[in-house]
């Protein structure tokens, strides 16, 4: 399981702040905080390695660049990069979006993450449960990596899917409940297979 800290909203207010002003030991300290996690993120979208690792580097060009033309984010500025990493996987594919297996197996939780979700998910074996999580919708993979492995909280999921609140509620809820019914056929198909 990848394990990502963050910096706090105060702290990251600063940084974007001082980026703004031109800062460049701000700029070196957002691509250090946020380079890994976002690379992750993307990499838990796309199969290959290198590919992660350029369109992770897109994002902080994408940065620079609106920070030159004054269009740099004023607060969230977590938000506005994981929302720049996700748009610029999905003009990538513009297609079917899956989390591939490799990185599904990055992000199956380990023992000390907590949470009904995650210990549902540790209760499973660990080949069924990926298994069922390679079957979610696009959209349900998002929330379940938005929410678990990148930990955001639902409103800020909802910001970067572009959805409510009640939508990420939902997509959440639905998400879990597929894991379930998924994970009961794999079972029965290995009970009678």
């Not at 599904?104 to 023992?111: F, K, S, T």
């Amino acid at each position: 399981m990848i394990l990502i800290v963050l910096p706090d909203i105060a702290a990251e207010d600063r940084l974007l702040s001082r980026a703004r002003t031109g800062d460049d030991e701000a700029l070196m300290l957002i691509y250090e905080n946020y380079f890994p996690p976002v690379y992750n993120f993307i990499r838990l979208r796309v199969e290959d390695r290198s590919l992660a690792e350029d369109l992770a580097s897109e994002v902080f060009i994408k940065l620079l660049q609106s920070l030159r033309q004054s269009q740099a984010p004023r607060q969230s500025l977590r938000g506005w990069i994981f929302k720049v990493a996700r748009n610029l996987v999905y003009d990538h594919y513009r297609k079917e979006r899956q989390v591939t297996t490799e990185a599904l197996e990055e992000w199956i939780p380990n023992a000390d993450d907590e949470g009904l979700e995650v210990d549902f998910i540790r209760s499973v074996n660990l080949e069924r449960a990926r298994r069922a999580l390679a079957r979610l919708a696009p959209d349900q993979q998002e929330v379940m990596i938005l929410r678990f492995s990148q930990n955001f909280n639902r409103q800020e999921t909802a910001d970067i899917m572009g959805k409510s609140i009640n939508a990420i509620k939902s997509l959440q809820f639905r998400a879990v409940q597929t894991l379930r019914q998924f994970l009961g056929e794999i079972q029965s198909e290995s009970y009678y297979g």
